[in-house]
């Protein structure tokens, strides 16, 4: 199937109508809102919709950071880097954020010996892959 790079056309059409701040879904009665609208609506309190979507996110987030957890076993840490992470800091705790990284059954007090932080420099992943290249291939 040939991929088509016209501007509205496909992905580049599906993602623009996301990027709006509300749009109606008819057959469902639901509304798709921005990032940003979402985040604001969440800091205010003002949404009971926002407040529960950020708890579902941060509890999938640290359900899923977990997971990996017990995959990679990073025991030098896990570090969430972007704007979505800044984003969600102060909502972590209180949605649930450890609860849901810890909740790993036999492995729950295992998961205590990973620590999790979040870098405000976004360049920081690719500062450290600099640094490695340069010190064992440069």
Same mark, same amino acid.
């Given at each position: 199937?040939? +991929?088509?790079?016209a501007p509205n056309?496909g992905?580049a059409?599906w993602?623009?109508?996301?990027?709006?701040?509300t749009?109606p879904?008819?057959?469902?009665?639901?509304?798709?809102?921005?990032a940003a609208a979402?985040?604001a609506?969440?800091?205010?309190g003002?949404?009971p919709?926002?407040? /529960?979507?950020?708890r579902l996110?941060?509890r999938l987030?640290?359900?899923e950071?977990?997971?990996?957890? %017990?995959?990679h %076993?990073?025991?030098?840490g896990i570090?969430? +880097?972007g704007? +979505?992470?800044r984003?969600?800091?102060?909502h972590?705790g209180p949605?649930? @954020?450890t609860?849901a @990284?810890?909740d790993?059954?036999? @492995?729950a007090g295992?998961? /205590?010996? @990973?620590? +999790?932080?979040i %870098? /405000?420099?976004?360049?920081a992943?690719?500062?450290?892959?600099?640094?490695y %290249?340069?010190r064992?291939?440069?």
């Amino acid at each position: 199937m040939p +991929v088509s790079s016209a501007p509205n056309s496909g992905a580049a059409s599906w993602m623009a109508g996301l990027r709006s701040s509300t749009k109606p879904i008819p057959a469902q009665g639901l509304r798709i809102t921005a990032a940003a609208a979402i985040m604001a609506a969440m800091d205010a309190g003002t949404d009971p919709l926002a407040q /529960e979507t950020g708890r579902l996110f941060t509890r999938l987030l640290g359900a899923e950071t977990g997971n990996l957890a %017990l995959i990679h %076993l990073p025991f030098g840490g896990i570090y969430l +880097v972007g704007g +979505v992470a800044r984003a969600f800091t102060d909502h972590l705790g209180p949605m649930g @954020f450890t609860d849901a @990284f810890r909740d790993k059954g036999r @492995f729950a007090g295992f998961m /205590e010996g @990973f620590s +999790v932080s979040i %870098l /405000e420099d976004d360049y920081a992943p690719l500062t450290g892959c600099a640094v490695y %290249l340069a010190r064992n291939f440069g």
